[in-house]
C-alpha cells in the first residue's frame, strides 16, 4: 500500500494538467535536464601536434573560424603554387598567339597554293601546323581546369592541418593545448552554443496522444533550495523530439524541446519545468494500418444476402 502510494506521488510530481486561458490544457515535466542544442567536440583531420592555439576556454568563436593548427609550412607553399598556377593565363594566351601565327600563315599558303607558287607538300605542313596549334589552344583550356582543381586539393589539404569552429559558440573547454599531439576521433576543444538549449522531459504513457512534434512550450528553471532571480525567467521553444519507444519499467517517454536562450544564460546542466501547451482535445488514437502481405489473416465479414419470398 505504501509503494503504491509513492509511485502515485512521484508520477504527479513529475507531470500534472492545468487548464489553459485559451481552453486548452497544459502538461508540466518537472527534473527537466538542461544542455545546449549545440554542442561539438571539435579534433583535427590528421595525425600532429598543434603548433598554434588561437583560442582559451570561454573565447566567443564564430562558424569557421580557425581554433588551432597544425605545421603547415610545405601544404601553404603548395597552396601558394597552386595559386600562381590556378589564376595565371599566361600560357593559354601564349598558345592562342601561336594558333594566330599558325592560321596566318596557313591563309598565305593557301593563296600561295591556289596560284601554283607553292608546292602541296609545304601548303600541307602549313595546315597541319595550324590544327596542332588549335589543339595546343584546347590542351591550355584543360590545363586551367586540372589547375583549378589542383588548387582545391591544396586548400583542402591545408584545412585539413586547421582545427576549426564548425558553428558559432563559445569555448567550453581546452583538451589538447599548444604542443600536445593530436590524433583522429580525440576531441581539442568543445565548442557551446549558448543561444539556443536543449530541454530534456519524460511524459507518462497516459499522455501518449497529447504530446506531439512542434507544440509551443515554456520552460522555467527549477533550483532546489534556493530562490534565485535566474528561477523567473522563461524560455519558450517547440517539441522537437519524441523518442519512439516508451521505457518498459517506468511506462514513460522521453521528450526534447528546443528553446531560445535570448539572454545567452549559462544554465546547462541544471534542472527546469517543462510546460507543453496541448490542445483541448487529445489527439485520437490513429486507425491501425495492416502491415503489408498479412491482409490474408486478417477476419473479413461476408455479407449475405437473402430472397425473401412470399
Not at 24 to 33: A, D, N, Q, V, Y
Request: proline share 4%; charged share 25%.
Amino acid at each position: 500500500m505504501n509503494f503504491a502510494f509513492l509511485a502515485c506521488c512521484l508520477l504527479a510530481q513529475m507531470a500534472f494538467t492545468a487548464r489553459g486561458d485559451d481552453g486548452g490544457s497544459e502538461l508540466t515535466l518537472r527534473h527537466c535536464l538542461i544542455d545546449y542544442a549545440q554542442s561539438s567536440m571539435v579534433g583535427a583531420s590528421e595525425l600532429g601536434v598543434i603548433q598554434e592555439s588561437h583560442v582559451q576556454r570561454g573565447s566567443v568563436v564564430r562558424a569557421g573560424q580557425v581554433l588551432a593548427h597544425l605545421p603547415d609550412g610545405e601544404v601553404r607553399a603548395k597552396l601558394d603554387q597552386c595559386k600562381i598556377e590556378a589564376t595565371s593565363d599566361l600560357d593559354y594566351k601564349l598558345h592562342v598567339l601561336h594558333h594566330k601565327q599558325a592560321v596566318n600563315k596557313l591563309r598565305i599558303s593557301t593563296n600561295l597554293r591556289s596560284r601554283q607558287a607553292l608546292s602541296y607538300e609545304a601548303y600541307l605542313a602549313d595546315y597541319i601546323t595550324a590544327e596542332l596549334a588549335a589543339v595546343e589552344v584546347d590542351l591550355a583550356k584543360q590545363r586551367q581546369v586540372l589547375n583549378q582543381a589542383k588548387l582545391e586539393e591544396a586548400e583542402a589539404r591545408f584545412k585539413a592541418r586547421q582545427i576549426i569552429s564548425p558553428h558559432d559558440g563559445v569555448i567550453g573547454e581546452v583538451l589538447r593545448k599548444q604542443g600536445e599531439s593530436v590524433s583522429l576521433g580525440v576531441a581539442a576543444f568543445r565548442v557551446d552554443n549558448p543561444e539556443w538549449l536543449l530541454i530534456t522531459g519524460k511524459f507518462d504513457v497516459s499522455d501518449l496522444y497529447r504530446v506531439k512534434v512542434g507544440q509551443p512550450v515554456r520552460a522555467v528553471i527549477q533550483i532546489d533550495g534556493a530562490d534565485l532571480p535566474i528561477e523567473r525567467e522563461r524560455f519558450v521553444g517547440t517539441i522537437t523530439y519524441i523518442d519512439p519507444k516508451f521505457d518498459k519499467a517506468t511506462q514513460l517517454c522521453t521528450v526534447m524541446a528546443t528553446v531560445e536562450n535570448r539572454d545567452r544564460l549559462y544554465v546547462a546542466g541544471l534542472e527546469a519545468v517543462m510546460i507543453i501547451t496541448t490542445p483541448s482535445q487529445p489527439n485520437s488514437a490513429p486507425a491501425p494500418t495492416p502491415i503489408r502481405g498479412t491482409e490474408a489473416m486478417m477476419p473479413r465479414t461476408i455479407e449475405v444476402r437473402r430472397d425473401i419470398r412470399n
